[in-house]
């Protein structure tokens, strides 16, 4: 975890920075969540998320296993998004990707070019206004692997009434995520989702 432990110093010297404003990030009770989910679930290896930001997420799924790559897509509007990126190459070389832009747009034209599931699990945590959330959901479930894992934050009213809720609910309505578990710390709330496999007509 030494890798995690300067990454969290990283993040705290950043957020505690008043000249610097930083959209967000994830709380220490999310964190060691995830890192719990992660080592419950030994087969997951190929991590993509929505949401980069400061890399919490990146750096508390990449200290679990050496064995887990992620694939991380962000707008990059924010100036200490390439600075957190690479200290994350330093601290975990050659196991995360970094995609910038429009996720309406980019996850579309991945979905061009890799014809098959190849993740294992999936953090949705990017643009938070409808359609955004849905989009990206739609378009990373088809590359989880059937039974892979997918988490969603943000899967309450104070932060996903515009979009995260709605996305959620719908996809277990069409039967094509079921609900696993919600987990609720301070006032964050994160949902846990399995993707099922297709039924035959």
């Known amino acids: 975890m030494d890798g995690l432990n300067k990454f969290v110093e990283s993040v705290i010297s ?3 920075n008043k000249e610097q404003f930083v959209e967000g990030f994830m709380i220490p009770k999310q964190s060691q969540q ?3 989910f992660l080592q419950e ?24 296993r050496p064995n887990v790559k992620i694939w ?7 100036n200490y998004v390439i600075k957190q990126k690479h200290l994350i190459d330093r601290l975990f070389p050659l196991r995360h990707t970094l995609l910038i832009g429009d996720t309406t747009q980019t ?5 061009k ?3 098959e599931p190849v993740f294992d699990f999936v953090f949705i945590d990017g643009g938070h206004v409808a359609p955004v959330p849905e989009s990206d959901m739609r378009n990373l479930l088809t590359l989880l692997k059937p039974g892979g894992f997918m988490c969603i934050d943000d899967y309450n009213l104070l932060y996903g009434y515009y979009g995260v809720i709605q996305a ?12 696993i578990t919600v987990y609720e710390a301070n006032d964050r709330s994160w949902v846990y989702c399995k993707k099922l496999k297709p039924t035959s007509p």
């Not at 679930?41 to 679990?64: D, K, Q, R, W, Y």
């Open 14 to 16: 950043l957020v505690s």
């Open 34 to 36: 995830l890192i719990e």
């Open 41 to 64: 679930h030994p087969e997951i290896e190929t991590i993509a998320e929505t949401g980069f930001n400061v890399g919490m997420s990146s750096a508390a799924m990449l200290s679990v």
């Open 72 to 78: 991380s897509f962000d707008l990059a509007e924010h």
């Open 107 to 111: 996850l579309p034209n991945l979905n």
């Open 113 to 115: 070019l890799i014809k």
């Open 168 to 179: 959620v609910d719908a996809l277990i309505e069409e039967k094509l995520l079921e609900k």
